[in-house]
């Protein structure tokens, strides 16, 4: 692939119960200033209602927020649970949040990640993916379509609705989430959307990525659509230090308390055992390649073993996460984005071709300016001759 990696960071959030959820959102919005000032492409923000760790209810609120901070990074819903909500106000919202950011936002939708979400809401998990489905088709159509329309559907309906604001951009930015199971990648396929893989730190996540993409072609193939590689956001932990063993030191304690609180103790996920030791399961993710801990240039040689591993993608998506202390992760991020991104980027290379060439021809060029100097000093003699 010869486009530029897009780089990003995806905050679900997963913060550790205990601290002032106000603060904690300012401590959030202060990371998408960073990430903004940093020249990171994109800031993602998910949408949450239970089990405590991950707090905003709504991302497009947030990011209303995060807009009035920035200046560049492209912000997204990452995501919004489509059956919590009629697509008209998802449709709506989406395009608030693109006047109001001047054009920079991204609607990234889902069917729901915490099944605690969809039962207090009434909502039967089996029915969640088929509604995402539904609602995304209508949304498209909202937001890409002038003239009134009715629909009535399995669980909404619409009566001649149309949006009275159409978005700032031409097209916004449409990703749909995909974890294991080809549902996502369908789905992503039907409507010619982008895809968010975010559960590409898992070991089945990656075992996976090498056949998702054909899951989706297959399915663009099926409705007329074609989909794009460049498009493709994949989602991975990041913690960058001066050293790899420094960078795992520094995330031990946190991943384990995340791990064994939060994954396990709260969620349940199933084949997920508790991490008796912190450091162990952060060398254990960074050898199978669950995560990139290490320098830079251990980051470059894991994403370019993860293009190779997928087929390629166009965007990386570090997952945000309390693992190391706040200066710990916001050195990380600058890591990333002073020694990773540009060379990912192609910024590196003409600077490095440059010094080579002058290198190169040092000895030739050092003597022509020494001849330069020379002349220039005989010229001045020739016009001023010194008294005697």
Not at 44 to 72: D, Y
Not at 74 to 100: C, E, W
Not at 117 to 141: H, S, Y
Request: proline residues 6%.
């Amino acid at each position: 692939m010869n486009q530029r990696l897009g780089f990003g960071v995806f905050l679900a959030p997963h913060h550790p119960i205990g601290e002032h959820p106000t603060l904690q959102l300012q401590r959030d919005l202060e990371l998408a200033e960073w990430l903004d000032e940093l020249h990171y492409d994109e800031f993602w923000v998910g949408e949450h209602h239970s089990a405590g760790w991950e707090t905003i209810a709504s991302p497009e609120m947030f990011l209303v927020a995060a807009a009035e901070r920035t200046k560049r990074i492209k912000l997204g819903t990452g995501v919004v649970s489509i059956p919590y909500h009629h697509p008209f106000n998802v449709a709506q919202r989406i395009v608030m949040l693109d006047h109001l950011s001047h054009g920079r936002a991204m609607l990234g939708v889902g069917p729901g990640a915490l099944p605690s979400d969809a039962v207090m809401l009434g909502i039967d998990p089996m029915t969640q993916r088929d509604r995402m489905d539904e609602g995304l088709g209508v949304i498209l159509r909202l937001l890409t379509t002038d003239e009134p329309f009715s629909y009535k559907g399995s669980w909404f309906e619409l009566n001649n609705a149309a949006l009275q604001i159409r978005p700032l951009q031409e097209k916004i930015p449409v990703a749909v989430a995909s974890t294991i199971s080809p549902s996502g990648m369908k789905t992503a396929g039907k409507y010619g959307a982008g895809v968010l893989s975010v559960a590409s730190y898992s070991e089945e996540g990656l075992m996976a990525l090498p056949t998702q993409w054909n899951f989706g072609e297959t399915s663009a193939k099926e409705h007329g659509n074609t989909i794009d590689r460049a498009n493709w956001r994949i989602v991975m932990p990041f913690h960058l230090a001066e050293s790899k063993e420094q960078a795992m030191r520094e995330v031990a304690a946190g991943l384990q308390k995340w791990q064994n609180e939060y994954i396990v103790g709260i969620l349940g996920t199933p084949n997920r055992p508790t991490f008796p030791d912190g450091y162990e399961a952060a060398k254990r993710m960074s050898e199978y390649g669950g995560a990139i801990f290490g320098t830079p240039e251990d980051a470059l040689e894991r994403i370019a073993r993860l293009q190779k591993l997928s087929g390629g993608f166009g965007t990386i998506l570090s997952f945000a996460h309390d693992w190391a202390t706040r200066p710990q992760m916001m050195r990380s991020y600058e890591l990333l984005a002073r020694y990773v991104m540009p060379r990912c980027q192609g910024l590196i290379a003409p600077i490095e071709a440059s010094a080579a060439r002058v290198t190169a021809n040092k000895a030739e060029l050092m003597e022509k300016a020494g001849g330069a100097i020379l002349k220039a000093i005989r010229d001045y003699n020739a016009v001023h001759p010194r008294q005697k």
